[in-house]
């Protein structure tokens, strides 16, 4: 009895808000009492409302009430604190705002513990007890407290709805499933449950994955990034290492032509001061023998004028030549023309190397490869202008149209000597390397060409079918006949069929490993595809059957 007074003394000194002993307590006009701070911060927040309630009864004030300190109160707690009575814990079961209540208990209500789906009753655990001492309760089934019990009542009938109506897709009571459900297919609600649970289950399955499927891309695209940056990083400093060696070996060759004019310089001005210097000696020489003369040709005796004429006379030849030949003032000038055409060639490579560079870094592609295109003005978006190489032609090829097309001759060209020629076989291939999505088109005419890709490492000298395109490993070739194709790869032929046209296609996506050809006419039609792995950048080449007149030319195409 003394423990029950006990608690009654803690509900009644202690604020509903913060559930501890009143702290400067304070009554309003509901009689009602809180702490100051708890009502004050509770009244803020409502005066937007212009009305102002108490937490537990709901009646409202206006204006908001004075607050005034309830000193007997006051007294009562600080009495209470002094003998040892404090506030009940926080965690004593009480429901608060956001729990579900017991709906058994009266005054201020207990948190639930499980809600009931026969009674439609939420129970704290003291009420709930029946349910497991009470044999019919027994059979009731509990779930976790719920504010929601509600919804399982008819709102026709007033039953509890236990059966489910798959045509009407809703649950329904038995009264329904006579009245305006009759006909209808009805099932329990426990047995459509079981149904549902089946599905739910599979759609778990399918969730659960898909939910790893999409962690092991997440994870692979993780480890894309990753090698992305390794991979940027790596070019990066590569790339600084190769520039730095271009600027020292530039820095070195500017060092060596720099000693090599002071020492041609040195050795040049050496000579010409020699040489200075006796020529110098000798007008001195010439200038006392012409003194001398003077002096002579003015003496009165003709005796001293006779006996030293013939010594004085006599004037020592002069080894170098009577006049100095200088050459046109152009000495160094011929050095800086050079370094200016070796400028001049640098930056044309450099340019032409950027764009190349530029390239493939805007071919990087780290997603899923795209579709191929489907239409000839898809294949377009990715047209690339090809030029052929002169420094790989065969001395048989003339190259022109600003070297797109190449013409079999039958007289030799005139190339310089070059180790990227080919020597033997009438080939030639093209001046840019291709990597990523191209698309190109060749026009021939003649008996026939082979329209190819090869690696830019095979071999050119001699007549093996290393040299060879589509005779190797490093190279792919569609033959192209009046009457047949052909595709050749290391030495493999595959007959190809399809309508004949003087204008071949070629797809290439390097990162794909796809070599297609197509006919090229008022159609477009798929002649050869390969589907394989590209380790090295691809150059489009060109091979011809030794008959003057064969020609094919890059097409400008758009």
Partial sequence: MAQKGAQLDRETFSCSMCLDLLKDPVTIPCGHSYCMSCIKSFWDEEDEKKTHSCPQCRQTFTPRPVLVKNTTLAVLVEELKKTGLQAAPADHGYAGPEDVACDFCNGRKLKALKSCLVCLVSYCEEHLQPHYDVPPLKKHKLVEPSEKLQENICSRHDEVMKMFCRTDQQCICYLCSVDEHKGHDTVSAAAERTERQRELEVSRQNIQQRIQDREKDVKLLQQQVEAINRSADKAVEDSEKIFTELIRLIQKRSSDVKQQVRSKQETEVSRVKELQEKLQQEVTELKRKDAELKQLSRTEDHNHFLHNYPSLSRVRESTDSSSINIRPLRYFEDVTAALSEVRDQLQDVLREKRTNISLRVTEVDVLLPQPEPKTRAEFLKYSREITLDPNTANT?????????????????????????????????????????RCYWEVEWSGTGVNVAVAYKNISRAGGSDECVFGYNDKSWALRCDKNSYNFWYNRVQTPVSGPRSSRVGVYLDHRGGILSFFSISETMTLLHRVQTTFTQPLYAGLWFYSFSGNTAEFCKVK
């Avoid at 600003?402 to 030799?412: D, F, I, L, Y």
């Avoid at 291939?429 to 990597?435: Q, V």
């Fill in 396 to 436: 048989k090829l003339l190259l022109s149209e600003g070297n797109r097309k190449a013409t079999v001759m039958s007289e030799q060209q005139s190339y310089s000597s070059h180790p990227d020629r080919f020597t033997a076989w009438f080939q030639v291939l093209t001046r840019e390397s291709l990597t990523g």
